[in-house]
């Protein structure tokens, strides 16, 4: 069966210190991936997405950078955090790109910048 | 990106059917219309998806307008798990592929 591992599940971090949040998906070949950010009490802002190996594209200009060095690995990193990155981390993956393919997600990142 | 509008919240009594409205006016033709939920704390979990026709599963039904231009999430019998935030969602397959944008959501409360 397909499964999707994100961690940490918490995590503080002070200002100005490098991030990173690791997400892989067992089970399945070639998926596409997705990170998304939930401030506190708001929606979700999908932030990257990925089609394959080294593919990634931006959704919004931000402190945030993605990369894809495998398969089904996808790796979401800062190098000097910001308050303003604080908020709920969630990596999800897609089978087929079809619109009618639904979406995993994980069990979400939830990062304090202090 | 074709965008969806949905209320900000709504309540329900327990064992009550709640109807959760969706626009998406500026909807193309090949969008499919995606309902996800969101408990507190977690990633959220798919619903249910359609394109044209109504669509049933254990979790929910569908109805989707005849222009598509807007759709409606039935939940049959609300119980107080289906307490969440609820998204109606346009998924978007572009070049460089699938993209799903989420939007405020409808905050559903259930009362015993």
């Known amino acids: ?114 | 990106d074709a965008k969806t509008t949905q209320p900000n919240s709504m309540e329900s009594n327990e064992e009550e059917p709640v109807h959760l409205p969706c626009n998406h006016s500026t909807i193309s033709g090949t969008d499919y219309i995606h309902w996800y939920r969101q408990l507190p704390s977690q990633g959220p979990e798919y619903v249910i998806h359609g394109l044209t026709s109504n669509v049933n599963n254990r979790m929910a039904s569908l109805a989707i307008a005849e222009d598509r231009k807007s759709s409606t999430l039935i939940l049959h019998r609300a119980t107080l798990r289906d307490a969440a935030v609820y998204y109606c969602i346009l998924r978007d397959v572009g070049a460089a592929g699938n993209k799903l944008t989420f939007g405020g959501g409808t905050r559903v409360l259930v009362k015993p």
Request: proline letters at 5%; glycine letters at 8%.
């Open chain 1, 1 to 114: 069966s397909q499964t999707i591992h994100q961690w940490p599940a918490t995590l503080v971090q002070p200002v100005g210190s490098p991030l990173s949040l690791e997400c892989t998906v067992e089970g399945t070949s070639n998926p596409n991936l997705y990170w998304y950010r939930q401030a506190a009490g708001r929606g979700l802002q999908l932030l990257f997405y990925s089609v394959g190996i080294g593919q990634i594209s931006s959704e919004v200009p931000q402190n945030l950078s993605a990369s894809r060095p495998q398969d089904r690995q996808f790796i979401l990193s800062s190098k000097k955090l910001l308050l303003s990155d604080s908020g709920f981390y969630l990596c999800a993956w897609s089978e087929l790109q079809a619109s009618n393919e639904k979406l995993l997600f994980g069990s979400g990142t939830q990062l304090s910048v202090l």
